[in-house]
């Protein structure tokens, strides 16, 4: 046997176990789910093959085209809220470690603790800091003199969603900074000192040099964050529970999925037919979206 047959054997032993995995771990259960979309279901039994009208349901019958609609607004604001909090907070975070003022090596640390946090802490965590009587932040609210401004953050509608979403970008803001950080130290020091040498202001360098050669890192920060924002579960599960309350203020698509397909406290029925439909859907969708927006976000690099 060859040397180049050696290889491609080799390679072949090495490639094949991985494969095997990831098809039977991740590609069967996609196909399966795919599949029973396509049939009706009575708890755990498969019945009778309905073609496409489980996605038809979703949209024709109130019971399911409400919640559905409602949870996709939801997760339109929570993209938006979080592309501004979180990735342009990010970036500006990014800006003044790049900047290296006194204990950035410190602060480099504590931007990124809490993302290795899991979701549990972090719900629990901020259910005690915004809990309306002993939470820390009606405490500092009430101590500041500003007692009309402490509310039931998360058992008030009007509040409800900005809470999770704030919560979320406190628990993932180290990602987008580590990103867009590791973006600017690719920059040329001299680049910058020309710009300031010219007498370029800081947000002159940040919107003309900074921000055009950083695209890369924007690019990866929003299509993570547009596949997180709609993939969105762990959190509002466990801090405002599986009916996204209250009254439904905090409902998202995940969500809406877990009930239709598992059932929830109030009704325990099963209904894997529209509950795969829907995540056939969502699946489609976000993999549609994030395709176009990356290719539209890597030409935009090429332009800037």
Do not use: C
Request: charge should be positive.
């Amino acid at each position: 046997m060859g040397s180049a047959s050696r290889h491609r054997v080799w390679v072949t032993f090495l490639v094949t176990p991985p494969l095997a995995v990831m098809a039977a771990f991740v590609v069967y259960p996609i196909l399966s789910a795919f599949s029973y979309a396509f049939f009706s279901w009575h708890g755990l039994s498969r019945e009778a093959f309905v073609g496409l009208g489980n996605f038809v349901d979703l949209f024709t019958k109130p019971h399911y085209a409400q919640p559905i609609m409602r949870a996709f607004g939801h997760n339109l604001i929570v993209l938006a809220a979080l592309l501004v909090v979180q990735n342009g907070g990010g970036f500006l975070l990014a800006w003044f470690l790049y900047r290296e003022p006194f204990g950035f090596r410190f602060h480099r640390v504590a931007v990124f603790l809490p993302v290795i946090l899991s979701s549990v802490i972090v719900a629990f965590l901020w259910k005690l800091l915004l809990h309306p009587n002993f939470g820390a932040v009606n405490g500092a609210l009430n101590a500041a003199g500003l007692g009309n401004l402490a509310l039931p953050w998360l058992g008030d509608s009007r509040t409800a969603l900005a809470a999770l979403i704030f919560a979320n970008a406190w628990h993932w803001i180290g990602f987008p900074t580590l990103v867009f950080l590791a973006g600017m130290q690719r920059i040329p020091r001299e680049v910058l000192e020309s710009a300031e040498l010219d007498g370029a202001s800081q947000i002159q360098v940040l919107r003309r040099i900074v921000w055009p050669l950083a695209a890369p890192s924007a690019t990866v920060t929003f299509t993570l964050l547009f596949i997180g924002a709609f993939n969105w579960f762990e959190l509002p599960y466990l801090m405002t529970g599986l009916e996204g309350s209250p009254f439904g203020s905090t409902d998202v698509l995940g969500l809406v999925f877990y009930r239709l397909a598992f059932g929830n406290q109030s009704a325990s029925v099963q209904d894997f037919g529209h509950g795969s439909a829907l995540a056939t859907l969502l699946f489609l969708f976000m993999a549609a979206v994030a395709t176009a927006a990356t290719i539209r976000l890597r030409r935009r690099e090429i332009a800037l």
